[in-house]
């Protein structure tokens, strides 16, 4: 029997994130995480933070480190919008700006969290399927909606598309709000970056999780119009004002500060991903062209769910999605050199049994 007050309880099915392990013999391939340790100065800020800091509120506004972004992107600081990671911001803007009677649109196959928050905010939405290659067709997202939500390059497939798709998808649209999820963007995509002068409607959201190895201190934020911005801040000071703490500002914005060591740890990471393409293509892989730090993969011969499983016995471990469409396919992150060797070596072995 239901005591009374259980009725009265949210009911909701969660996000779940890939599996995290603490043996350090496990190779970690699931996460989408960053094989390099963050810039040597993130390590500096940490030693040189003094914790009689922490009796104090953290600033509000993160001028330090809105600041520092913006000179990078060369944008004004009221074009910078922080959060507890992406998925923060990502949900304050479903919050903000997605607020019509009609349905959003995002992808069929994409981030599984975007029909979480809709369903968390009560926000109708509508999937649109990719099409038979896996790409997304701006096309298909000009009826009339009441928003759009899509990463570039996409997740999981790793495809992704150049400024005229993101300037088709943003003329279908003049009148609602499209938010460009760019989580890895900085594997070798085409930022949306160039087009926000031109559209005020555009939302741009990136994070240090994956090219700036930085997913354990939660770090996201938002590139957009003023206007857009300051309707984020509203929200965001209606239900927290302190997302960001002190440390993380201060590690966050060392970060920023070390641009040599950023592109050259993603530049390592994108010569591993187009290595270890070729090596899965020897072993028989289809391997979907990707601009990320994860591969999505698919054999003839072995089917994923028995790879996925033996991969974990021999302490690899890969992402597999129970989808329609992927459910034959692996996503594997890219990892260091040695790591993508251990892979391949046991995919051999596998493959010969
Ligand atoms: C990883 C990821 C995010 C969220 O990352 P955070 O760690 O919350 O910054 C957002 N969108 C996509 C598509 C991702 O893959």
Same mark, same amino acid.
């Given at each position: 029997?239901?005591?009374?007050?259980?009725? $009265?309880?949210? !009911?909701?099915?969660?996000?779940?994130?890939?599996?995290?392990?603490?043996?350090?013999?496990?190779? $970690?391939?699931? #996460?989408?995480?960053?094989?390099?340790?963050?810039?040597?100065?993130?390590?500096?800020?940490?030693?040189?933070?003094?914790?009689?800091?922490?009796?104090?509120?953290?600033?509000?506004?993160?001028?330090?480190?809105?600041?520092?972004?913006?000179?990078?992107?060369?944008?004004?600081?009221?074009?910078?919008?922080?959060?507890?990671?992406?998925?923060?911001?990502?949900?304050?803007?479903?919050?903000?700006?997605?607020?019509?009677?009609?349905?959003? /649109?995002?992808?069929?196959?994409?981030?599984? /969290?975007?029909?979480?928050?809709?369903?968390? /905010?009560?926000?109708?939405?509508?999937?649109?399927?990719?099409? %038979?290659?896996?790409?997304?067709?701006?096309?298909?997202?000009?009826?009339?909606?009441?928003?759009?939500?899509?990463?570039?390059?996409?997740?999981?497939?790793?495809?992704?598309?150049?400024?005229?798709?993101?300037?088709?998808?943003?003329?279908?649209?003049?009148?609602?709000?499209?938010?460009?999820?760019?989580?890895?963007? %900085?594997?070798?995509?085409?930022?949306?970056?160039?087009?926000?002068?031109?559209?005020?409607?555009?939302?741009?959201?990136?994070?240090?999780? !994956?090219?700036?190895?930085?997913?354990?201190?939660?770090?996201?934020?938002?590139?957009?119009?003023? #206007?857009?911005?300051?309707?984020?801040?509203? &929200? $965001?000071?209606?239900?927290?004002?302190?997302?960001?703490?002190?440390?993380?500002?201060?590690?966050?914005?060392?970060?920023?500060?070390?641009?040599?060591?950023?592109?050259?740890?993603?530049?390592?990471?994108?010569?591993?991903?187009?290595?270890?393409?070729?090596?899965?293509?020897?072993?028989?892989?289809? &391997?979907?062209?990707?601009?990320?730090? /994860?591969?999505?993969?698919?054999?003839?011969?072995?089917?994923?769910?028995?790879?996925? %499983?033996?991969?974990?016995?021999? !302490?690899?471990?890969?992402?597999?999605?129970?989808?329609?469409?992927? %459910?034959?396919?692996?996503?594997?992150?890219?990892?260091?050199?040695?790591?993508?060797?251990?892979?391949?070596?046991?995919?051999?072995?596998?493959?010969?049994?």
């Amino acid at each position: 029997m239901n005591k009374p007050w259980q009725d $009265k309880l949210r !009911k909701i099915t969660p996000y779940v994130p890939g599996e995290q392990s603490k043996d350090p013999d496990i190779v $970690k391939l699931n #996460a989408n995480e960053n094989p390099y340790p963050p810039s040597p100065r993130v390590q500096q800020a940490l030693r040189a933070f003094h914790a009689d800091g922490l009796r104090l509120y953290p600033d509000a506004n993160a001028t330090q480190l809105r600041t520092a972004l913006a000179r990078h992107f060369g944008l004004a600081a009221d074009q910078v919008f922080l959060g507890n990671g992406s998925d923060d911001v990502l949900a304050l803007c479903f919050q903000a700006f997605f607020c019509a009677d009609k349905p959003i /649109f995002f992808p069929d196959l994409t981030y599984s /969290f975007y029909p979480v928050w809709c369903s968390l /905010f009560h926000i109708p939405y509508r999937t649109i399927p990719l099409d %038979d290659q896996f790409r997304i067709r701006p096309d298909d997202y000009a009826p009339a909606n009441g928003g759009v939500v899509l990463p570039n390059p996409n997740a999981p497939t790793g495809i992704g598309e150049g400024l005229d798709f993101v300037r088709r998808l943003l003329d279908n649209n003049p009148d609602a709000i499209v938010i460009v999820d760019e989580a890895y963007i %900085d594997f070798g995509g085409t930022s949306a970056l160039p087009l926000l002068d031109e559209y005020e409607n555009l939302v741009i959201v990136q994070t240090m999780s !994956k090219s700036r190895s930085l997913a354990g201190l939660r770090v996201g934020f938002a590139l957009a119009s003023p #206007a857009l911005i300051a309707v984020l801040e509203a &929200v $965001k000071n209606s239900y927290n004002s302190y997302t960001m703490d002190s440390v993380t500002l201060a590690a966050a914005t060392a970060s920023v500060e070390d641009d040599a060591y950023f592109r050259q740890t993603c530049a390592q990471v994108v010569r591993t991903r187009e290595q270890t393409a070729r090596a899965l293509q020897a072993l028989g892989f289809t &391997v979907l062209p990707s601009l990320t730090n /994860f591969l999505l993969v698919t054999h003839p011969a072995a089917p994923a769910q028995a790879l996925f %499983d033996a991969l974990r016995a021999r !302490k690899i471990f890969v992402r597999y999605f129970h989808l329609p469409r992927i %459910d034959n396919h692996l996503r594997i992150t890219i990892g260091t050199d040695e790591e993508m060797d251990r892979l391949l070596a046991a995919l051999r072995d596998i493959l010969a049994n």
